[in-house]
Structures are given as structure tokens and as C-alpha cells.
């Protein structure tokens, strides 16, 4: 792009395409970022609902030893 630029005479005109070709590339690029963003706040709301998930198959592990041990204690 810059041999472009060094090589056009008409300084305005390149600048004009330079400009609308950042355009058109952001324009594309928004939607692209914006779902890449959704994806990866969706894989982190899965991800928590799996830590939360796991801490609550643990913690219900950990009462039920808590109870056999507390059985064992009272025979």
C-alpha cells in the first residue's frame, strides 16, 4: 500500500482510496470482532455454570464422607 501512496502522483486520490479501503475494512471486521466477543463471553457463562456445577458435586461428595464418618463415630 505505501509503493502505492510513493507512486501516485495525485496525493488527495490516494489518501481518498486509503481511506475508503479502512472503511470497508472495519466494516467487516466489527461484526466479525462483535460475534467473536459474544462467542468468548458465552464459552466463559459455560465455563462458570461448569466451576459452579463441579464445587457443587464436591461440596455434596465432602458431606456425604462428612456422614460416614460421623456415622462411624457414633457406633
Same mark, same amino acid.
Given at each position: 500500500?505505501?509503493?502505492f501512496l510513493k507512486n501516485n502522483s495525485g496525493g488527495s486520490n490516494a489518501?481518498?482510496?486509503l481511506e475508503e479501503w479502512? @472503511?470497508?475494512r472495519c466494516r467487516i471486521r466489527e461484526p466479525? =470482532? @462483535?460475534a467473536r466477543l459474544q462467542a468468548n463471553g458465552e464459552r =466463559?457463562?459455560?465455563r462458570e455454570r461448569e466451576?459452579?456445577?463441579h464445587r457443587r458435586i464436591l461440596r455434596e461428595i465432602d458431606e456425604f464422607y462428612e456422614a460416614q464418618d460421623s456415622d462411624k463415630e457414633l457406633d
Open positions: 500500500m505505501s509503493v489518501q481518498m482510496v479502512l @472503511e470497508e466479525v =470482532e @462483535e =466463559e457463562a459455560q466451576i459452579i456445577r
